[in-house]
């Protein structure tokens, strides 16, 4: 509907926005027929599909860049090793 509503203002720059909604309402409804009960329905997501996926993430994650999951290291403790390597106020001369 968005899209049937820009191309209509940008066609009918002079025309009032809330007439161009009823009209391509009117007229969506019309080619469409009214919603039915079927239409309404919510339609529920298969569960299993979701379990298959994260399946193949976790393999993914397992063997990244030829090193399992438990060799990496996350980003807070990559940085902590690298947070110790810092001299503390007055020991700059000690730097490598």
Known sequence: M???M???RAVLKWADGKMIKNEVDMQVLHLLGPKLEADLEKKFKVAKARLEETDRRTAKDVVENGET???TLSLMEQLRGEALKFHK???NYKTP
């Open 2 to 4: 968005g899209l049937l």
């Open 6 to 8: 820009g191309e209509a």
């Open 69 to 71: 999951a438990d060799q």
């Open 89 to 91: 106020p007055g020991e």
